[in-house]
């Protein structure tokens, strides 16, 4: 069992920036797929950015590249997601997901989930 507790939402103008943390617990943290999706009101969850599974490599969604890092200290067993450059319409929760997944974009896909954290841009 793996346990993710996400933190660092919050309210930001547009132009700013946030950093989230994921801190995972239970299981081997390095051995997992480690993603973030986001999830705005009455839409689907949507893929934002990822670790994959065997070689560590780092994934984007397009709406995200070159904005938003994804990083890991696998000491602290914790992920990060740093936002750059926010939007309106970055306005979401976003969640942390774990997973023995190769097809990081999926949510579906993973196995564990945080609770999420809200994430709101404000003009």
């Known amino acids: 069992q793996v346990q993710l507790v996400e933190s660092g939402g919050g309210l930001v103008q547009s132009g700013g920036s946030l950093r989230l943390s994921c801190a995972a617990s239970g299981r081997t943290f390095s051995n997992f797929a480690m993603g973030w999706f986001r999830q705005a009101p009455g839409k689907d969850r949507e893929f934002v950015a990822a670790?994959?599974?065997?070689?560590?490599?780092?994934v984007y969604a397009d709406s995200v590249k070159g904005r938003f890092t994804i990083s890991r200290d696998n000491a602290k067993n914790t992920m990060y997601l740093q936002m750059n450059s926010l939007k309106l319409e970055d306005t979401a929760v976003y969640f942390c997901?774990?997973?023995?997944?190769?097809?990081?974009?999926?949510?579906?896909?993973?196995?564990?989930w945080g609770q999420g954290t809200q994430v709101t841009v404000s003009s």
């Open positions: 670790f994959t599974w065997r070689n560590g490599n780092t």
């Open positions: 997901a774990a997973g023995y997944t190769i097809v990081v974009s999926r949510a579906s896909t993973y196995d564990y």
